[in-house]
C-alpha cells in the first residue's frame, strides 16, 4: 500500500497525544465570566488575560528562564513550539537570551501562544514586574535585543487600558511576536477584555491542571486548526475525530529529560454521548500484550484492550448513535451480514475479542497495514470453518483465506479497515489479517523472530502500552518512521521532528488513555531516546528492498567553479541547472541512471566531466552537455547502483565501485577492466547500498551494509574480516571508526561498542 493511511494515523497521533513531538495546541468560544475574572486576577493564571481568544496553542511557564530553556532544548518537546519558518527568528532571539543571565526578567513568568494565520504564529507574553517598572530600563536590554533581532515588540499600557480588577492592570508585560498583527491583536483583546479565559470550558481545565506553569492546554474542538498549521493540506480532515474525542485536555510535564520526556494528562467532557472519551466511561480497562505480537519494525500501531466486548460495543454504538452516525453503520453491518451469513456483531462476541489493533510495518520496501484480534474463545469453528486453520494446541500458523474483510471496522470504528484483507493467520490466540505478503511475515516467522515488547525491553524501557490496564494504547517509532514524517508535516516542523532521532538507535513515542484510582479518564504521553541498545541479531533477511536515489546530484562546473545540479526527468532527459533552479542544458536519454554521478577530470586538464551509469554501461558528458568518448563503456552486467567514484592516489586514475543486480560489488577502471587483485564482494544477504571506504593503519578497507549486518573488507575484497555470530555481528546501522593501528570500532547486537582488529 502507499504511505497515505500511516499519514493519517502518525497525524492522528500527533495530535491526539500531543505526540510529544509536538506537544501543542489549543483554545476557543463561549465565556464562563465568574471562573474567568478570578483567573484574570490571580497572579498564578492572570498572565493569561493577555492571550487573545483565537490562540490555537497554548504553554505556560513558570519563569523565563525555564522559557528560554524549554524552547531552546531540542532535545525536549517545547521546542517544537518554535519548529515553523515563521518561529525562527522567535527561536534564535530566545537562543540568545538563553545565554545571558536574565537580567530582571529572569523569574518572570511567561506564556506562549500559537495562533493561525494562513501559518501557525508565535506570541510571547512576559510578566516584567510591577505597573512602572519599565520605565527605569531595566528591561532595555531584553527589548533592544528582540528588535534586533527583527521581532514586533510591544509594551502596552495595562494600567490605561486593562480592567482595574485584572492581575494585567497592575503590572507591565511586554509583548514578542514574528508579526506586528499580532502583537496589535494582543493589545486590542487585553483592551477589551477578551482572552482565552473566556473559552467555554477552560476554566475547568485550567483548575483541573491546578498550574499554569510548564503545562499545556488542548481544545479538542480546535484541532483543524493545528493540523492546518503544521501538517501538509489534505490532512485536516483527519482532525474531524479528535473534535469529537473530548472537550479540554491538560498536560503537564512529568518528566524533561534529554532521553525521556512524559506528560501526563487530564480531560474534560460533556457528560452526553457526543464526546468519544464518554465510551470508555461504559466498560473496564484491560491489560495490552499487542506488543507481544508485533515485530520489532513496527512503525506504528493503535489498539484498544477490551475487558468485555459487548459492553464495548453497546457504548460505542451510544457514541454513533449520538453523532448521527448509527445507522449508516448498522447498514453496513446488515450488508455484510448478507454476504457471509453472520453478525459482526455477533462474530465480535462469538470470538470474544480481549483486543483488537491495527498496526503498520514495512516489508520488502512497502508500508503494510494489518490488523490484530485476541480472543477469549480458543475454539475458532464456529466462525472459521472451511477456512483451513486450526486453533488447537500447538497448531501452526497458515496462511488462509479471511472470509471476514470489514467485520473489524464495522464493530471496532474505521480505523481497523484494511486496504487489503484477503489474508489470515492464527498465532497463539491472536487472529492476524491483511494482505498475503504482511501476513507472510507471521507465517514464514519474520515477525516475531524478535517482538516489540522484546525490543523494547533490550533497551532496557517499560513504556506506558506495555504495563497496567487501559483503554487505548498507541506507539510510533520515530526511527522506524523517520521517512514519512515529510509526508505528514510541513517541511520545517518534518526536519524538526526527523532530528529527533538523529544519532539515536531507537526513538518510541506512547500515547495512552487510562483511569486513575477515582476512575477518572486520564492520559500519558510518552518517548525516549535510546543512543545504544542490546537487541537480538537478526536471522531472517527482512528490508532486502535497495533504495535507488533518483537525484538531483551535486557536480562542481569547472567553467564557473560552482556547484550545479545533475539530474534525470521522468522523460529520460538528463539535465544541468544552477543551485538556484536556472536550467542551463538538457540532452535526451533513453534509460534510468543508477543513482548516483559525479565529477572527474579524465584528460587530467582541469576539465571536469559528470561521470553516471546506466543499464550496464558508464557514461560519461561534459559540462556543456556532450558525451564523451571513448564512453560508453559496458561492464558486462547489469547494474543496480553505482559509480561510487575514487582517486585513490590523487594521480586522477579513477576507479569506481558498482553494486549489481546479482547482489555483487565489483571495482573497475575507466576502461572497464578489474584490478588483478580484485576477488569480489558477495555475501550472502542483500547488500543494501554501496560500499563505504574507511581507512585506518594506513589501509583502505570497504564497510557493506547488508539486510543482516554490516560486513567489513579488505581493499580486494574477497571473504569479510568480519566473520562474527549471533549479538557479535556488527548492526546494520552502526557507524564504523577508526581506531589505533589496524583496527575500526563498531556497535554490535549486544549494544556495545567493540574495538574490531582487521587483519
Known sequence: MDKKAIIACIAALAALAVLVAAAV?????GTDETKTSAFASEGSTGLLAAVPSDAVMVAGFSDMKSACSLLTDTSGCFHYFTGGKESSLLLKFLEKAEG???????????????????SLVPLLVIDAGRAGSLADGKAAGLIARADSAGLSVLLPDCQETADE???????????????????????????KGISVLDSEGFADCLRQAGEVGNTVFLSCGEAGKFFAGIARKGLSGYADFLKKFAGWASFSIDDAASDHLRLSGRFTSDSGAEDFINVFRGYSPARSSVGTVLPSYTVFFASLPLDDVSSYITCADAFADGTGKLGKTELARKQLQKRSGLSPVQWARTLDVKEVAAAFFKVGGRIEKILLMKIGNKDMSPVFRDTGQSSGKGASPKLCDYPYAGFASSVFGPFFSLPDESSFTYIDGWIIAGS????????????????????????????DFMTDSKYFVSYLSVSEGADVLQDVFTGSYARTLAGASEGYSYVPVTFCISEDKDDNVIASAETFRVSSMKTKAPVFE???????????????NSGTGKMNLFYQQDNMYLCLKEVGGKGLWGVPF????????????????????????????????????????????DLGKEILLGPGIYDFNGNRRYNVMILHKDNTIEMYNLQGRRPAQWKGIAPAEKIKGLPEAVKTGGKTFWVVRTSIQTLIYGFYGGEPLTVFEGDRMIRSDSKVIPGEGMSVKAVCYDGKMHTIKLK
Open 100 to 118: 545571558t543571565d536574565h537580567g530582571v526578567l529572569k523569574s518572570s513568568r511567561a506564556v506562549l501562544s500559537l495562533h493561525y494565520n494562513g
Open 436 to 463: 498475503r505478503s504482511a501476513v507472510s511475515e507471521y507465517v514464514d516467522g519474520r515477525a516475531l523472530e524478535n517482538t516489540l515488547a522484546g525490543y523494547a525491553e533490550d533497551a532496557s524501557l517499560r513504556p
Open 590 to 633: 533513453s534509460s534510468p541512471i543508477c543513482g548516483n554521478a559525479g565529477t572527474i577530470d579524465y584528460f587530467a586538464n582541469g576539465k571536469l566531466q559528470i561521470l553516471f551509469a546506466s543499464g550496464s554501461k558508464l557514461y560519461l558528458i561534459d559540462r556543456l552537455g556532450r558525451y564523451v568518448n571513448p564512453f560508453p563503456v
Open 165 to 191: 480588577n485584572t492581575y494585567l492592570h497592575r503590572r507591565d508585560i511586554i509583548l514578542l511576536s514574528t508579526s506586528d498583527v499580532q502583537t496589535k491583536s494582543a493589545e486590542r483583546h487585553i483592551a
Open 25 to 29: 495546541f489549543f483554545l476557543y468560544s
Open 542 to 556: 527482512r528490508d532486502t528492498v535497495v533504495v535507488v536515489p533518483k537525484g538531483p546530484f551535486e557536480v562542481k
